[in-house]
């Protein structure tokens, strides 16, 4: 199953690239010629590159290999380069694969969605392709620890106000990884409890108070307006990963 395309002016051409590219050897890949290429009418007028697809062989072409050709493509597809940084496995069965592009924050895109959308349709080929289920999870730029530290410190002064005030709070939608963060996030504050709400992949958190009066008083105090606005260190992020929304009960 393909795995990588190649424009390049002939095969001999095409197999250097993807080898170069993929890190690999020559017999673990297979190469299909879909277009050749072309010189013109009688040998004049602008010469057309030639387009090869790579093919991974079930069994034989290593993981990391199909890894680096399916997120190729994908991106590819999209308009943007990307390089294969580095990958590790962080625990049995799940792998970290570090991605570099001058496109970082087009590929992160707004609270992470892009990079998320990538990730799930990289894991579907991957398990097509191989007929396995391996977990793979992309990052770019550091983004997965910096949004990690923000959604922390976002939920704690949260739930700081909640406790506070005795006014509830409901965050916008997150996945399954992020909604945990919140949860450990609080889980030692005393005076509030976290709920998930909705269905499917992205749910809501509810925060809200579950003690009598005020909780002793903190050593920092937050107005209602500065909730939520916690600096984050986008990098290259053209959303300029804003913090997370939340409402009231009712609404506000």
């Known amino acids: 199953m393909q795995i990588l395309e190649i424009h390049a002016p002939g095969e001999k051409e095409a197999l250097e690239q993807a080898l170069r590219y993929l890190n ?12 050749k290429s072309s010189s013109g009418f009688l040998g004049f007028g602008p010469k ?25 493509t ?32 087009y590929i992160i895109g707004k609270h992470g969605r892009t990079l998320e959308a990538l990730q799930f349709l990289t894991n579907l080929i991957v398990e097509k392709i191989t007929g396995e289920q391996p977990k793979i999870l992309l990052d770019i730029e550091n983004y997965r620890e910096r949004r990690a530290k923000h959604l922390t410190e976002v939920a704690r002064k949260i739930g700081e106000y909640v406790a506070r005030t005795g006014k509830s709070r409901l965050l916008d939608p997150l996945n399954p990884y992020e909604r945990r963060l919140v949860h450990l996030a609080l ?7 976290t709920e998930s709400e909705g269905s499917g992949t992205y749910k809501r958190i509810r925060i809200f108070r579950i003690t009598e009066g005020p909780p002793p008083a903190s050593e920092e105090t937050f107005i209602e307006e500065n909730i939520g606005n916690v600096a984050f260190e986008a990098g290259q992020d053209p959303e300029g990963a804003e913090d997370i929304d939340f409402t009231s009960e009712d609404g506000r």
């Open 24 to 35: 690999t050897d020559a017999s673990l890949i297979e190469l299909s010629v879909i277009k």
């Open 74 to 105: 994908l991106l590819g597809y999209m308009g943007y380069s990307v390089v294969v940084k580095d990958y590790r496995e962080i625990e049995e069965g799940k792998l970290m694969v570090e991605l570099e592009s001058a496109h970082a924050g």
């Open 48 to 72: 057309s590159l030639g387009i090869y697809h790579i093919n991974a062989i079930r069994g034989k072409t290593p993981l990391m290999v199909i890894i680096r050709g399916v997120v190729a």
């Open 187 to 193: 889980q030692d504050n005393e005076h509030v409890k």
